[in-house]
């Protein structure tokens, strides 16, 4: 089997349940942006994060690649996937995990930036990536999307943000308070 087919040479895609269209529709941008967060997912897989969040990741990732599916089908062909689409249990799952582990952390002084070891900054990165996909989402002009999918990408930029924190915690390297050097006059 080629890896390359040529029909979307002349600028457009096909979407699971039959159709096509332009790759710069916000359907498009919405599941390619779901992509991107996912692989900011697995280049911070790559971090020694320990087992237990390499899990978690490992789920989320899985649940992404659902998420991009339903994104890439023709509105109302879902069906045709065959697969159990994210619902309330997922976004309750992600809950619980920000309830397991926001426990374990400093409380929150400051705003914090970006940064401190590289697990943290990569999973930062991840966060904004998900913060966009959610808001690619909300764009989609061609029909509704389910409420689960945007809820779940709203929890899981705030799992991101502590685990964030956890991994500069477990190293023992502090947030980055983010100092505001402007005042206004």
């Known amino acids: 089997m080629k890896i390359y087919t ?3 040479d002349d600028g457009t895609t096909g979407l699971f349940g039959g159709g096509r269209v332009r790759k710069a529709s916000t359907r498009v941008e919405a599941y390619g942006t779901v992509d991107e967060l996912n692989a900011c997912l697995g280049l911070a897989a790559t971090e020694a994060l320990g087992n237990e969040l390499l899990e978690a990741l490992s789920a989320i990732q899985g649940d992404l ?3 991009g599916a339903e994104l890439a089908c023709v509105p109302g062909k879902e069906d045709k996937l065959r697969l159990r689409l994210l619902d309330e249990t997922d976004v309750e799952r992600l809950e619980t995990l920000i309830d397991e582990l926001d426990p374990r952390l400093p409380a929150l ?21 998900c913060r966009r996909a959610e808001r690619a989402i909300h764009a989609l002009d061609d029909t509704p999307t389910r409420p689960s999918l945007v809820q779940y990408l709203n929890r899981l930029s705030d799992l991101l943000f502590v685990l964030a924190r956890l991994a500069n915690h477990e190293a023992g390297r502090p947030d980055v308070p983010w100092n505001p050097t402007r005042t206004s006059p």
């Open 6 to 8: 040529k029909t979307g």
């Open 65 to 67: 690649f659902t998420m």
């Open 109 to 129: 002084t400051t705003f914090v930036l970006p940064g401190g070891t590289r697990a943290a900054a990569v999973l930062h990165l991840a966060r904004t990536v």
